[in-house]
């Protein structure tokens, strides 16, 4: 890989690429299990560098302030500035890890939950993410979702593990989906996965990997 590959995976990790560059990256994560690998690598590196960031106590009136309209020019000018310098902060972290060479993170061990999370943002950066529920005691996933595919095609969902997708099943076409999950994919399932889902064919992609475009993508989390 090139130090732009680099780049580009750390820059997907922070989520610093516009729509159109994070669709093209996030379908490369899916044809590409060098790529997949590296984003992953970030992904564990900038928690370690969160964590060691100690907190600080909100300022005074902050809780009771979200979600209140600025009365004055002067305070919305402020609140423009934190978004600003956190990206400033990530770019600098990005130049400061950077590393010449490739190389993959050991995984982390994650204590085992029977219920993980993920909401699946649309790649293009328009529409409602999509909820996806895994509860491994009752081996089953749950993805809330309408109108995915268009006529004539099927959504089908995937879990990228280790760089390499693997498929959960399709979707259906409208209302909630609920797909068994196997016995031997119920712990696999862990915190820090991908869940992905591509437009195919009727009946699913004819390969073992994504076919058509990746539609929506998000990381499992514990609940």
Not at 4 to 30: K, S, V
Not at 39 to 59: K, M, N, S, T, Y
């Amino acid at each position: 890989m090139t130090p732009d590959d680099h780049a580009l995976a750390g820059e997907l990790a922070l989520g610093l690429l516009d729509a159109d560059e994070r669709a093209q990256a996030l379908r490369r994560t899916l044809s590409d299990p060098d790529f997949a690998r590296e984003v992953e690598w970030w992904r564990a590196r900038f928690a370690i560098l969160l964590a060691e960031v100690p907190p600080v106590p909100a300022p005074v009136g902050l809780i009771d302030d979200i979600g209140v309209p600025a009365a004055a020019g002067v305070r919305r000018g402020r609140w423009w500035i934190v978004p600003a310098s956190l990206t400033a902060v990530a770019a600098a972290a990005l130049v400061m890890v950077m590393r010449p060479t490739a190389t993959v993170a050991p995984p982390v061990n994650r204590p085992e939950t029977a219920t993980l999370l993920a909401a699946l943002a649309p790649t293009e950066g328009k529409g409602t993410p999509i909820s996806a529920i895994v509860e491994r005691d009752a081996g089953r996933i749950r993805v809330v979702a309408t109108d995915i595919a268009p006529s004539g095609k099927t959504a089908q969902l995937w879990v990228i593990r280790d760089g390499v997708p693997h498929s959960l099943g399709l979707l259906s076409g409208s209302g909630t989906t609920s797909l068994a999950v196997p016995d031997r994919e119920r712990t696999a399932l862990q915190a820090g996965l991908v869940l992905a889902i591509s437009i195919e064919p009727p009946g699913g992609s004819p390969d073992t990997t994504p076919t058509g475009p990746v539609v929506a993508s998000g990381q499992l989390t514990a609940i």
